[in-house]
């Protein structure tokens, strides 16, 4: 059972689903501009891409799926993920904290790609709120029917790569003097294929790369797509029996937007203001992983 009561109430009807095949391209524009919630101008934001930038130059990266890998892992280990349900808060408030939900981690990689000069864009999933009920055992009628996920995609070399991609395709070569991005190695912070987030062997998390994301434990999402693929599709070679096919929790595909300040000015954020004033002080400290 899950409740309503604390969504708000959403007057635009979402777009059919829709798979876009290969060679048939969604026409949805992306873009390297600041935003109120990608705010790159912030000296907090462009400090902490002063970071990656830095931190990737002594590792020898030499593509910016490599940095954007880089920077994934550095805010793992920069952000403590917390269940906040403030979708749109700016990522130099994410990072003066140092925690944040999947959403608000995401956001802080869009960011770092921006900076880097590579566009981003999002597709709105409504995700099936039972997906988290794993996290909130004893809180299950109070979770969203439906959570707005903005689920981001970053332009390289020509080609839209959802963020559970960034880690799919193999490393292209390049420099590397020191031997830092050698096959296999991976970047700071982040796992290695395979490898589970901190903690999650002792929270009974599945690990390797054929084991699914659970939504349970110490791994979220947004660690989970450095480990494991995260499909909400369905692709045919998984679909239904696969640890990557979670299409059976997408309700809705909202479709693609330039940014996510665009998607949750046309569809709200998972709940209201009145819920999310009474819920944020207290899950915007909840550590993921801890339930309820």
Do not use: K
């Amino acid at each position: 059972m899950t409740s309503r009561l604390l969504m708000p109430f959403r007057t635009v009807a979402p777009a059919p689903h829709r798979v876009f095949e290969a060679g048939d391209q969604d026409p949805t524009a992306g873009s390297v501009r600041p935003t109120a919630i990608l705010d790159l101008d912030h000296p907090r934001v462009a400090a902490f891409v002063a970071r990656v930038r830095r931190e990737a130059d002594e590792r020898g990266a030499a593509t910016d799926r490599d940095r954007l890998r880089i920077a994934h892992g550095m805010i793992v280990t920069s952000v403590r993920p917390v269940y906040s349900v403030e979708d749109r808060r700016r990522v130099s408030r994410t990072l003066r904290l140092g925690r944040g939900s999947c959403s608000q981690r995401m956001a802080v990689l869009e960011a770092v790609a921006r900076s880097l000069a590579v566009e981003t864009r999002v597709r709105g999933l409504l995700v099936d709120g039972a997906f988290w009920y794993p996290r909130f055992p004893r809180l299950r009628p109070f979770v969203p029917a439906e959570v707005l996920l903005a689920w981001p995609e970053f332009r390289l070399d020509g080609a839209w790569v959802p963020i559970a991609e960034l880690f799919a395709a193999p490393r292209e070569s390049g420099p590397d003097p020191a031997g830092a991005l050698a096959p296999g190695t991976p970047a700071p912070g982040t796992p290695a294929p395979g490898t589970p987030a901190p903690g999650a062997l002792a929270a009974g998390v599945p690990v390797g790369p054929d084991a699914g994301f659970t939504n349970s434990g110490a791994e979220t999402l947004f660690e989970a797509v450095a480990r494991t693929t995260v499909d909400w599709d369905a692709p045919a070679a998984c679909a239904g029996t696969a640890p990557c096919d979670l299409s059976a929790h997408l309700r809705t595909d909202l479709g693609r937007f330039t940014s996510r300040d665009d998607l949750f000015a046309r569809h709200g954020q998972t709940l209201c203001r009145p819920a999310r004033t009474l819920a944020e002080p207290v899950l915007g400290r909840w550590s993921a992983g801890a339930t309820g």
